[in-house]
Nanobody
Framework: QVQLVESGGGLAQAGGSLRLSCAAS????????MGWFRQAPGKEREFVAA????????NYADSVKGRFTISRANAKNTVLLQMNSLKPEDTAVYYC???????????????????WGRGTQVTVSS
C-alpha cells in the first residue's frame, strides 16, 4: 500500500518561509519521480514543482521559480519543498504525488502521477 503524508503546512506572513515535507511508504521511492501540486479554493489543481528519481531533472511552475526549491532524500523516502518569499497567492492545499513511470524526466502533468497524499494547508497572510 503506497502512502504519501505531507506535513509542514501552516500560516505564514507574506515574505516568510515554510518547508513542506512528504514522507512516502509502501515502496522504495528512490526509483520514482515526485511532485508537488496545489489547489486553491475554487481553482483547478496546479503544478508547483517536480523532481526526477535522481534529482537530475527538476521543473518548477513559473509562478514559484526563484522562490521554491524541491529536493529529495531518497534514503529517507522523503521529498521536500522549501518555500521562501511567500505571497498571499501561494495560499492553497499542497499535495505531493509519486510518478511510477521509470523515466528521467520530472513530470509536470497531474495525470502523470499515480498516488497522491491528502494534502497540507498553506495560508499566507498579507
Amino acid at each position: 500500500q503506497v502512502q504519501l503524508v505531507e506535513s509542514g503546512g501552516g500560516l505564514a506572513q507574506a515574505g516568510g518561509s515554510l518547508r513542506l515535507s512528504c514522507a512516502a511508504s509502501g515502496r522504495t521511492f528512490s526509483s520514482y519521480g515526485m511532485g508537488w501540486f496545489r489547489q486553491a479554493p475554487g481553482k483547478e489543481r496546479e503544478f508547483v514543482a517536480a523532481i526526477s528519481w535522481s534529482g537530475g531533472s527538476i521543473n518548477y511552475a513559473d509562478s514559484v521559480k526563484g522562490r521554491f526549491t524541491i529536493s529529495r532524500a531518497n534514503a529517507k523516502n522523503t521529498v521536500l519543498l522549501q518555500m521562501n518569499s511567500l505571497k498571499p497567492e501561494d495560499t492553497a492545499v499542497y499535495y505531493c504525488a509519486v510518478d511510477l513511470k521509470l523515466t528521467v524526466v520530472a513530470e509536470i502533468v497531474a495525470g502523470g502521477y499515480d498516488y497522491w497524499g491528502r494534502g497540507t494547508q498553506v495560508t499566507v497572510s498579507s
